[in-house]
C-alpha cells in the first residue's frame, strides 16, 4: 500500500486517465470489449450526458507511486430517491460503479472513499456497482465470463465478486440475460399463439418509422415508463437522456428491428433489438482513428452481425399478466426473428437483461427455449 492515493477527479486529462485504466487492466483478457474511448467519455461528462440533468457523480483515481491503479464513481440520482424504499432505490439510497483496481487492497480504499462521499452527501445505504444509470450497466457479472458482453453490457474480472462480498456487501438483485438460435423457428405452441393473433384484427404489429424518429421515442418512451414502473431498480428516463440515447443509438436503429404492437389502434407494447455493435468496436481498440471511422460508417450502413441483443421490451401495465401481453411479446419477437435472421444474417439473439423475479419475461424467455448466459448482481450495504 506504499504511496497509495485515493484523489477526486477534477480534470480532462483526470478524466482520460479514468478512461484510460481498462484497457490496461483487461488487455489479456479476450472478451472484455474495448469501448469507444470518446463514448466512454461522454458518459462521465455531464454537458454530454443527460442523466446528469437529475444526478450527480464524483469520480476518483488511485495511485501509487503516481501510476493509476485504480478508479470508481460514486453517485446520487435524485430521482431515484423519489422511488418507493420496495423497489431497492429511495430516500438515502445513493450508488458506485465504473470500478475497476489491480488488486484487493486498492479496491478497499477506494470504496471506502466512495462510500465516504457517499455519506457526505446524506446517503445511508449504497447499492453497487450501478456504472453510471440503471439504465446503462448495472451489475456485476457473475456467470458468463466466457462470452464477450453485447452492445450496452458490462464484463468483469471473475475476483471483484469475492472483493465486494468481503467488503461487507451482500446480493440484492440477479439480471439475467438469455441468448438462442434464432435461425430455429419456436415451438409449436408459441407459433399457435403468433397466428391467432396474425387472425386478430384488432392486433397491428408494425415497424417503427426512423423518419419519424422522435415521435415514435415518445411512443415508446410512454409505455416504458408506465410499463416498468412496479419494477425494482426503476427510475423515469427524462427527455434528456432520451435525447442522448437518440444521438448514441440511432445509427444502430433499424425500422424492421423495432416493433410497436397496437390494439384497437392503441400503441400497447413495443420491442427494441439493436445490431450487436460490439462486434464492430471490438477490432478499434477504442479509437475511431486513422481508419476506424471508416471501417465503422461501412458497417453501419448495412450491419452484418451474428447477435442481435434485445434491452428493452415493455406491454403495459393494465395489460401485464395477460394472455394478451404473452401474445404480443412472442409476435414482436417473431417479427424481428425474421428481419434479423434475413435482412441481417443474424443467428444468435440475446435478451436482457431481465429482473430474476419477472415472472412474466422470464417464462417468455422459456417458452421460446432460450438459456441463461449471462447473469449479473447488485449489492447493498448500509452506510
Do not use: C
Amino acid at each position: 500500500m506504499s504511496d497509495l492515493s485515493i484523489t477526486p477527479v477534477t480534470t480532462k486529462g483526470e478524466r482520460k486517465a479514468f478512461v484510460d485504466l481498462p484497457f490496461r487492466l483487461y488487455q489479456d483478457d479476450p472478451y472484455w470489449v474495448p469501448p469507444l474511448k470518446g463514448e466512454a467519455l461522454g458518459l462521465i461528462t455531464p454537458e454530454k450526458n443527460g442523466w446528469f440533468s437529475h444526478a450527480k457523480a464524483q469520480l476518483f483515481l488511485a495511485r501509487r507511486d503516481g501510476r493509476v491503479v485504480g478508479r470508481i464513481s460514486a453517485h446520487i440520482d435524485t430521482l431515484a430517491l423519489e422511488m418507493p424504499a420496495a423497489q431497492g432505490f429511495g430516500p438515502g439510497v445513493g450508488q458506485w460503479g465504473l470500478m475497476d483496481a489491480e488488486d484487493e487492497d486498492i479496491f478497499r480504499a477506494l470504496l471506502a472513499r466512495a462510500e465516504a462521499w457517499l455519506r457526505e452527501q446524506g446517503m445511508v445505504r449504497a447499492l453497487g456497482p450501478i456504472s453510471m444509470s440503471i439504465w446503462e450497466e448495472p451489475g456485476l457479472l457473475i456467470e458468463g465470463f466466457d462470452q464477450a458482453p453485447t452492445v450496452m453490457m458490462g464484463h468483469h474480472k471473475p475476483i471483484y465478486r469475492a472483493w465486494i462480498e468481503r467488503a461487507g456487501y451482500r446480493p440484492v438483485k440477479q439480471l439475467i440475460t438469455y441468448e438462442l438460435d434464432i435461425t430455429q423457428e419456436f415451438p409449436p405452441i408459441v407459433k399457435r399463439i403468433i397466428r391467432s393473433g396474425e387472425n386478430n384484427k384488432s392486433i397491428v404489429v408494425r415497424e417503427v418509422n426512423k423518419k419519424r424518429f422522435d415521435e415514435e421515442a415518445a411512443i415508446i418512451l410512454e409505455i416504458l415508463n408506465d410499463a416498468w414502473s412496479d419494477n425494482w431498480g426503476f427510475v423515469p428516463l427524462t427527455p434528456p437522456e432520451i435525447k442522448d440515447v437518440g444521438v448514441k443509438l440511432k445509427p444502430i436503429v433499424f425500422n424492421d428491428l423495432i416493433r410497436i404492437a397496437e390494439v384497437d389502434g392503441r400503441p400497447v407494447a413495443f420491442m427494441i433489438t439493436l445490431p450487436d455493435l460490439n462486434e464492430a468496436i471490438r477490432p478499434l481498440n477504442g479509437s475511431l482513428l486513422p481508419f476506424g471511422w471508416a471501417k465503422l460508417l461501412l458497417w453501419l450502413r448495412k450491419p452484418r452481425v451474428r447477435t442481435m441483443r434485445v434491452p428493452l421490451m415493455g406491454v403495459r401495465k393494465e395489460l401485464q399478466s395477460s394472455r394478451l401481453a404473452s401474445q404480443l411479446a412472442f409476435m414482436m419477437i417473431e417479427a424481428i426473428r425474421k428481419a434479423s435472421v434475413a435482412n441481417y444474417g443474424a443467428s444468435r439473439g440475446e435478451i436482457g437483461w431481465i429482473l430474476d423475479d419477472n415472472q412474466g419475461m422470464n417464462s417468455i424467455a422459456t417458452a421460446i427455449e432460450s438459456q441463461v448466459n449471462k447473469v449479473y448482481q447488485v449489492y447493498e450495504r448500509t452506510l
